[in-house]
């Protein structure tokens, strides 16, 4: 069975202490690994998404990374504004998305 | 551009009541779905339409129906709603079954 877990499940960081949120799958044949950032009340905001193993994304602080085993969302320098639950999903050819828990990460001015 | 839409965005029902959620987007894509959200849990896909005219259950599609509208609108519905199915329900849309979704605002639903 297609799965995707998160790790940690919260974390909490001082502003400027950089860190790493981790994604691992056992999709079967995945074709794509998204990351969705998701603020209280609302509805969750795509990302990136990677296609194959050794691939980067990077929008302003985040950077996320895939290896064959999983996915890794690197937040350099985060400030407040970047709090927020982040969701990863696997997915396969003709198949549906699969998303883990997400991370909910708290940055403490 | 809205992006995707829902209505309402919070609703009240007593166990056995019927409601219709709505959801329109406006960015011409051909996928839709619904999911629930539950605490600790990830979004689980309820339905999806991979395109107009076609619709198939997700992972948790009991008590559940769907109505493709249109290319815009994809309308989820209770018919005898349940206290198991108080939970946050979240609209999404992709240019095809393949691509990145984006993901409506949520309508918070409460079954007493």
């Known amino acids: 069975e297609d799965q995707v877990t998160q790790s940690p499940e919260a974390l909490r960081l001082q502003e400027g202490e950089s860190s790493s949120l981790n994604c691992s799958y056992t999709v079967s044949g995945l074709r794509g690994l998204f990351w969705y950032r998701q603020d209280p009340g609302k509805g969750p905001e795509f990302l990136f998404t990677?296609?194959?193993a050794g691939e980067e994304k990077e929008k302003e602080r985040l950077k996320a990374t895939l290896t064959k085993k999983e996915s890794f969302l690197h937040i350099t320098a985060p400030k407040p504004e970047d709090s927020a639950t982040y969701l990863c999903a696997g997915h396969s050819y003709g198949q549906n998305f699969v998303f883990g828990p997400g991370t909910r990460l708290s940055v403490l001015p | 551009n809205a992006g995707v839409t829902q209505t309402p965005k919070f609703q009240v029902l007593k166990t056995g009541q019927s409601m219709t959620l709505q959801c329109a987007q406006d960015?011409?894509?051909?996928?839709m779905y619904w999911y629930r959200q539950d605490p600790g849990m990830g979004l689980r896909l309820i339905y999806y339409?991979?395109?107009?005219?076609?619709?198939d259950k997700g992972e948790v599609p009991n008590g559940y129906n769907v109505s493709r509208l249109n290319k815009r609108e994809f309308s989820l519905r209770l018919e005898s709603a349940a206290p198991s199915q108080t939970s946050v329900y979240f609209c999404a849309s992709s240019e095809w079954r393949d691509n990145e979704q984006f993901f409506g605002p949520g309508t918070r639903l409460t079954v007493l």
């Open positions: 339409s991979a395109s107009e005219g076609t619709t």
């Open positions: 960015m011409n894509h051909n996928s």
């Open positions: 990677l296609y194959s």
